[in-house]
């Protein structure tokens, strides 16, 4: 049991892997933060763009596998 | 004998193949799609989370990276296209030069900007807010104001004080010039004691903060829109019309 003030990822780090599975790609010419799945494939997690419409866009929603 | 146990996995890793795949095409199905809408005039930067700046923070923590910001702030200053920028901020704070440089490179935008704080803007979140044109505050909102802070491991400690010292000046004279709020005033509320249970500074809420100076006007969305419209109409100026 612990009983402190700290967060949890100041105690225990998280692994180098979680990093490692998260980058920054380009896709249609927009910058993604992408999460590599299990299978190989990649997930959005967020869409960093400046643009309203871009958020509009069904392909840079996050959660959308990447083809 | 041997053989069949593999067969049944090979079988096994197919089946859940199959299945996650199909799982994929019905997240990917269920979406529809919008009618594309003309090139919007106004871009938006959202600042959310944290700021990070020079150290990585676990994977957990919701981030708003100064790195991937930096670059759309030029690109937003650079495409005649785009004619004003909203900032949406809800953020809890972070690094204090990473948030020092945005608050900087937005300042320096030539081009208008409007900056609405919703739920939070603290700390760092300060500086950033105030940097733009003309700042809104959701009337529910609330900032922060506190001495900076740093935590982990220090190695010489009157040069690191020192350097903290200079740091906290900076940031009270970015803020003092980008806003209306008096220096003594911003001090005093840096400083406060009884305010935060058991640490010095001041949470301030919407309304007292633009009482304060500190923020323009108490504001939402169509506020802040608004605002920026008439902003782009003045920037342009009259050069722009045709005579005929």
Known sequence: MLYTPLSITDIFPSSEQEFQKRQCVSYNGRQLYVEEMEDGQFQVLQLLSTDPQDFMNADFMPGTILR | ?244
């Open chain 2, 1 to 244: 004998m041997e053989k069949d146990p593999s067969k049944k996995e090979d079988k096994n890793q197919e089946e859940q193949a199959n299945n996650s795949s199909l799982v994929q095409k019905i997240q990917q199905l269920g979406q529809s799609n919008v009618p594309t809408a003309p090139d919007s005039n106004t871009h938006v930067l959202s600042i959310i989370g944290q700021v990070e700046g020079h150290v990585q923070l676990p994977a957990q923590n919701k981030t708003t990276k100064y790195e991937h910001l930096l670059p759309q702030l030029i690109a937003v200053e650079q495409n005649p296209k785009i004619e004003g920028l909203i900032i949406l901020l809800n953020t809890v704070g972070g690094d204090v030069e990473a948030g020092l440089a945005l608050s900087e490179m937005i300042a320096s935008i030539s081009k208008p900007t409007v900056s609405i704080v919703l739920g939070g803007g603290h700390s760092i979140g300060v500086p950033i807010a105030v940097s733009a044109d003309h700042s809104f505050i959701a009337p529910t909102a609330t900032m922060t104001i506190h001495p900076i802070r740093l935590n982990g491991l220090v190695i010489g400690v009157p040069q690191t004080f020192e350097y903290m010292d200079k740091m906290q000046d900076r940031v009270i004279d970015f803020v003092v010039q980008h806003s209306d709020i008096e220096e003594e005033k911003f001090k005093e509320l840096m400083f406060a004691k009884g305010n935060l249970t058991r640490d010095i500074g001041t949470n301030v809420i919407g309304t007292d903060a633009v009482e304060y100076g500190l923020i323009d006007g108490v504001g939402g969305v169509s506020h802040a829109m608004l605002k920026l419209n008439e902003m782009i109409g003045d920037h342009q100026g009259p050069e722009e019309q045709v005579i005929q």
